[in-house]
């Protein structure tokens, strides 16, 4: 069974025993350590492999987001605040969710199921020669080869992955599907796009003309993308 090495992070009492008394319950959950502060949560870190941290975002000395900022490789991050108005910072970061205080514990095991399903996706077993994937749309599981997908586009908790005839829906976040194409054949060239290198037909300005459309270039990725794009052009 997956095991999630798993830390808190929480300088309130209350609620720091409120979500250990929550994760105790869940099998699959392993507690590696509880930290009051970052800088405790920081060492912890540096002396273990950690895959899952709840970390609160109002501490002293280091909020929860300075802290995450300041990681270079974080583990999967579950926030908890009683403000509502961090959670477009929050999911900036990337982190794997946000919970509002006080939160119930179905809405807690929704959050640590989402970890466990997409830690499965990262570490599943390395295709054998395999020239396609599958991803869930609706109640079924629809079959894509990778080279017929052209882009994807990312829509907060679902990404649509278009090919030249179809687009598929599905429940996943960008970074699960950046990591299940092959890294040689896409680039990511926005926070909300991901594009087959292949069915870029031109660059105008800072978008990318994909499959007839217009695909925006972020401006901090722009030199890296024309770099990579004109040298693999090169003959």
Do not use: W
Request: aromatic fraction near 10%; include cysteine.
């Amino acid at each position: 069974m997956i095991q999630l090495k798993t830390i808190v992070v929480e300088d309130e009492p209350l609620a720091r025993e409120g979500l250990l008394s929550y994760l105790s319950q869940i099998d699959f959950i392993q507690m590696k350590g509880v930290c009051e502060d970052a800088l405790q949560a920081n060492q912890l870190l540096a002396s273990q492999p950690i895959d899952l941290m709840f970390l609160d975002i109002q501490m002293p000395r280091l909020t929860g987001i300075e802290f995450l900022k300041s990681l270079k490789q974080p583990p999967m991050v579950v926030m908890t605040t009683a403000y509502p108005n961090f959670a477009l910072q929050g999911y900036e970061l990337d982190v794997m969710d946000y919970l509002i205080k006080p939160f119930p514990f179905e809405r807690l095991l929704k959050s640590v199921n989402k970890a466990r399903d997409f830690y499965q996706l990262k570490n599943r077993p390395a295709p054998q020669a395999s020239d396609f994937f599958f991803v869930k749309c609706d109640h079924r599981y629809e079959k894509i080869f990778y080279r017929d997908v052209i882009y994807v586009e990312g829509m907060e908790n679902y990404v649509v992955i278009y090919t030249p005839v179809q687009k598929f829906v599905t429940l996943m976040r960008m970074k699960a599907i950046e990591e299940l194409l092959p890294q040689a054949d896409f680039i990511r060239t926005h926070k909300s796009y991901l594009v087959a290198v292949n069915a870029i037909a031109s660059i105008d300005g800072s978008d990318l003309i994909v499959g007839g459309k217009h695909l925006p270039i972020s401006r901090d990725k722009k030199p890296e993308i024309m770099e990579r794009l004109l040298r693999e052009k090169k003959p």
